[in-house]
């Protein structure tokens, strides 16, 4: 198989389903096949994909019924965080044994977003104008990184871990993570910066902004490249696999629409766009299978979409009546994890009647 896609033979199917209490905030994959789903109820649900079993390793009384909001896995896999409205950072140490190594206390700060660093065991967080930096193997904060313009709207590592992109008010600041004590790089918007996303190959950083444009920077190219046009809120960016010819594909949502951006060879002739427009309420959230253009969309309208080398659709899954949240796709590609606006939670893996799709 290319691994571009899928075809009518090689479809999708429910493997497992479960349930939280609330509307579903963030799920994320481990490495080695675990599922973290978290509650606008405080809940965090832990799902073992090899065995199948499911336990909650937080519930809405440990929370005060206060929502978990975003949720991320070491890339080892050993680690797991979690945080959200009542300012508290959750650490599970998953292997061997899961057991909570420690909560980071920020109230009444409430941390909207979190991630670790894809190459180490740093977890960088917002606590509204800061970032914090927690290092796993000191178990202690190593860094507090000032934004100052405006409470932290998105936040980005570079894919080998060299640098951290914090967007707000006024664009972006990115820092060195090999000597955080220097001065970060400010990229300059006119309008607020409220989502970021580093290429894999490390050569672009997408800037979704306020004023319902896009900003592409070449890293180390002063010029950006605009996309306008969109009729609202730029919800989500996403970049496929790199490609050996030209800069991968950025998908863009934006209302019902999806946008995928395409590169041209002469950088003067910026980049062609086209429409993917088969949903018909909000686009909650997108996502490129891993080393693939099967780009994967979760709906309002109670679809998610998987959409053939990000062109045509390919199938659509359903579950979730009253609309989908959000979706993850397993490192490996082989499985497809989405939340419910109602709680539902739906894993879905490759046919066992066709070869997959790699």
Not at 141 to 170: C, E, K, N, R, Y
Request: one cysteine or more.
């Amino acid at each position: 198989m290319s691994g571009l896609g899928i075809t009518q033979k090689n479809l999708l199917e429910q493997q497992w389903r479960g349930q939280l209490s609330e509307y579903v905030t963030a799920v994320a994959w481990s490495v080695d096949g675990c599922l973290a789903v978290s509650s606008a109820a405080g809940e965090v649900l832990l799902w073992d994909g090899g065995n199948g079993d499911s336990r909650l390793i937080l519930g809405s009384d440990d929370t005060g019924e206060q929502s978990i909001d975003c949720l991320d896995f070491s890339p080892d896999g050993q680690f797991l965080a979690a945080g959200g409205q009542d300012g508290g950072v959750r650490i599970w140490q998953v292997k061997p044994q899961l057991q909570l190594i420690t909560t980071l206390n920020n109230a009444p700060k409430w941390v909207d977003h979190l991630r670790w660093s894809p190459t180490g065991n740093q977890l960088a967080f917002s606590l509204g104008r800061y970032v914090q930096v927690w290092e796993a193997a000191e178990q202690e904060t190593i860094i507090t990184l000032p934004f100052d313009l405006s409470s932290v709207l998105g936040m980005t590592w570079h894919p080998q871990g060299q640098h951290l992109a914090i967007a707000g008010d006024q664009g972006a600041k990115v820092w060195d993570s090999r000597n955080w004590d220097d001065d970060p790089y400010l990229i300059n918007m006119p309008a607020a910066s409220v989502a970021i996303a580093w290429s894999p190959d490390g050569k672009y950083l997408a800037s979704g902004n306020l004023d319902l444009t896009i900003t592409v920077v070449q890293w180390g190219n002063p010029h950006p490249w605009v996309m306008r046009g969109f009729p609202g809120k730029i919800r989500n960016l996403r970049w496929s696999k790199s490609m050996s010819n030209t800069a991968p594909l950025l998908a863009a949502s934006s209302g019902e629409g999806i946008v995928i951006w395409k590169k041209q060879t002469d950088d003067r002739q910026g980049w062609d766009a086209r429409v993917l427009d088969l949903h018909t309420e909000i686009v909650q959230d997108i996502a490129f299978q891993p080393k693939s253009l099967l780009l994967a969309s979760a709906s309002n309208d109670g679809w998610i979409c998987l959409w053939q080398k990000a062109k045509q659709i390919a199938q659509i899954l359903n579950g979730a009546p009253q609309g989908f949240s959000c979706l993850a796709w397993h490192p490996g590609g082989s499985q497809l994890a989405a939340g419910g606006q109602n709680g539902e939670v739906l894993v879905w893996s490759e046919s066992q009647r066709g070869k997959g799709f790699g």
